[in-house]
């Protein structure tokens, strides 16, 4: 069982280039969650999904988009990026998105947009 | 909006000794928390979750105290070991989403 994956691991991206990241779960979990992490300002949540079809804006979600077409797969696309998205990405999923759901994060993409 | 916030960026010990690790959360209403661990270049990982009903809870080397009157929770590892170093992150699902709200962290140095 891999968990959670994450692809590509790192990526140098010419701003306004578009971007999609990668994440999938094998964990039949419902819920999946997109984080960003920034030095000094810890995990910011982009963009949540609590079940396959339907997602939701988190703290930052501007300059992203998410789709949940299926319960394994929940990827990240920036559609022009630009610097300030430079940044670590990290996928996680839980069973579910009530308390108590314990979350479980992939292994992150370094973003560097230039 | 509602904060999660860890009162020492760093915090640097001597392999054995016990470890304290102290995060303040701002929504009274916050009822679990959780604590992460997250070593260099890995994502974040599990450690302990407490429940508003409960002041302490203990896992293997670990506890986590919860003072709901000052709302403040630690997380106390015992006999620090080097594979202890990593970045520790409280979080609080709160504001109804029980969507995790992570604090910035804490480094945890352990030197041998």
């Known amino acids: 069982i891999a968990g959670i994956t994450q692809a590509p691991t790192s990526q140098i991206l010419a701003a306004g280039r578009r971007m999609t990241l990668r994440c999938t779960q094998d964990m039949r979990h419902n819920a999946m969650y997109w984080y960003r992490q920034d030095l000094g300002l810890g995990l910011r949540l982009i963009h949540y999904?609590?079940?396959?079809?339907?997602?939701g804006k988190g703290e930052v979600p501007d300059g992203y988009s998410v789709s949940r077409a299926n319960t394994d797969d929940f990827p990240l696309t920036l559609a022009s990026a630009v610097p300030s998205q430079t940044s670590v990405y990290f996928c996680a999923s839980s069973e579910n998105s009530g308390a108590g759901d314990t979350q479980y994060f992939g292994p992150g993409t370094r973003l560097t947009v230039l | 909006g509602e904060s999660v916030g860890l009162h020492l960026p760093t915090l640097s010990v001597q392999e054995g000794d016990n470890s304290i690790i102290n995060c303040a959360y701002s929504n009274s209403a916050s009822d679990y928390f959780i604590w992460y661990k997250q070593e260099s270049g890995k994502g974040p990982q599990f450690i302990i979750d407490i429940r508003s009903n409960m002041d302490k809870r203990q896992g293997q080397r670990v506890t986590v105290l919860l003072n709901k009157t000052v709302k403040h929770l630690s997380l106390q590892i015992a006999a620090t070991q080097p594979g202890d170093s990593a970045v520790y992150f409280c979080?609080?699902?709160?504001?109804?989403?029980?969507?995790?709200?992570f604090g910035r962290g804490t480094s945890l140095i352990v030197h041998p």
């Open positions: 979080a609080d699902p709160s504001g109804g989403s029980y969507i995790p709200t």
């Open positions: 999904s609590n079940t396959a079809g339907t997602t």
